[in-house]
Antibody
Framework: EVQLVESGGGLVKPGRSLRLSCTAS????????MSWFRQAPGKGLEWVGF??????????EYAASVKGRFTISRDDSKSIAYLQMNSLKTEDTAVYYC????????????WGQGTLVTVSS | DIVMTQTPLSLSVTPGQPASISCKSS???????????LYWYLQKPGQSPQLLIY???SRFSGVPDRFSGSGSGTDFTLKISRVEAEDVGVYYC??????????FGQGTKLEIK
């Protein structure tokens, strides 16, 4: 069974940093790109960024709203994807979801349960 | 960025009746590979989003056949042939061709009468 479990969320002050983790199981992690999405309270879904699998270069892409502040990385040996968030702003407050990208059908098929990040002084 | 516009933003449906949601993109979602990268997700209350439809009309594994997707180019529709109580939630369309970023519609909230 495919499982994605996010962790690391919490309350943080503006300007500080936080690192989220996404621990995967039930599939060969290294074969998939991994992505992060977020959802501000009462709002819609927003794509944050993704990291390609090593076979596709392991490169990253980011939304303009987080580029230069957020970094996605992966540890295939541990089946974990990370979202390093620096210089956090109040508008980064959201539930952050980790997803798996399936290359053959070009889709985000499985999502984690999400972890809440609250940026507030 | 591609703008995705959904209508209506909310709808109330009697169980057993059909429902339809429209999604329009600001640019064509037809890729040079011949595929159209339009997806539909459902976010049930208190849950993470779940994939319903990919490439306009392909149902994801386990999705009931009362859900169907159609459309082409910039105009797309999600239809539920007979709404059930478990279908309540917010439906989102998403485009996956003009990247980055992936962009979503505003969401359509479905409730049961």
């Amino acid at each position: 069974e495919v499982q994605l479990v996010e962790s690391g969320g919490g309350l943080v002050k503006p300007g500080r940093s936080l690192r989220l983790s996404c621990t995967a199981s039930g599939f060969t992690f290294g074969d998939y790109a991994m992505s992060w999405f977020r959802q501000a309270p009462g709002k819609g879904l927003e794509w944050v960024g993704f990291i390609r699998s090593k076979a596709y270069g392991g490169t990253t892409e980011y939304a303009a709203s987080v580029k230069g502040r957020f970094t996605i990385s992966r540890d295939d040996s541990k089946s974990i994807a990370y979202l390093q968030m620096n210089s956090l702003k109040t508008e980064d407050t959201a539930v952050y979801y980790c997803t798996r990208f399936e290359y053959s059908s070009s889709l985000f098929d499985y999502w984690g349960q999400g972890t809440l990040v609250t940026v507030s002084s | 960025d591609i703008v995705m516009t959904q209508t209506p933003l909310s709808l109330s449906v009697t169980p057993g009746q059909p429902a339809s949601i429209s999604c329009k993109s600001s640019q064509s979602l037809l890729h040079s590979d011949g595929k159209t990268y339009l997806y539909w997700y459902l976010q049930k209350p208190g849950q993470s989003p779940q994939l319903l439809i990919y490439e306009v009309s392909s149902r994801f594994s386990g999705v009931p056949d009362r859900f169907s997707g159609s459309g082409s180019g910039t105009d797309f529709t999600l239809k539920i042939s007979r709404v059930e109580a478990e279908d309540v939630g917010v439906y989102y369309c998403m485009q996956g061709i003009h990247l980055p970023p992936y962009t979503f519609g505003q969401g359509t909230k479905l409730e049961i009468k």
